[in-house]
Nanobody, 115 residues
Framework: QVQLVESGGGLVQAGGSLRLSCAAS????????MGWYRQAPGKQRELVAG???????RYADSVKGRFTISRENAKNTAYLQMNSLEPEDTAVYYC?????????WGQGTQVTVSS
């Protein structure tokens, strides 16, 4: 059974930083694609950043240059380093694991950026 456990959310002032972690279990992590999504109140869930099993990354335009996605296969963990946070980044952040035709989701972690 695949499980994703997120951590690292919280309250931070604008301009601050946070690092989210997503620990996976129950699957061969190194061959999966990982992603971070976010959903703000009243808005659709959107892709923030993704990383393939081979390490290729992609980012939403709104976070390019501020956020960095990475993975540590030996620890079955993906990370999202968020710098220069803005109030518009406030949302629930979800970890996603994509393997074959299946998507798995974490429970979500709240990120709140105060102005």
């Amino acid at each position: 059974q695949v499980q994703l456990v997120e951590s690292g959310g919280g309250l931070v002032q604008a301009g601050g930083s946070l690092r989210l972690s997503c620990a996976a279990s129950g699957i061969a992590f190194s061959i999966t694609d990982m992603g971070w999504y976010r959903q703000a109140p009243g808005k659709q869930r959107e892709l923030v950043a993704g990383i393939t099993g081979g390490g290729r990354t992609r980012y939403a335009d709104s976070v390019k240059g501020r956020f960095t996605i990475s993975r540590e296969n030996a620890k079955n963990t993906a990370y999202l380093q968020m710098n220069s946070l803005e109030p518009e980044d406030t949302a629930v952040y979800y970890c996603n694991l994509h393997h074959g035709l299946t998507d798995y989701w974490g429970q979500g972690t709240q990120v709140t950026v105060s102005s």
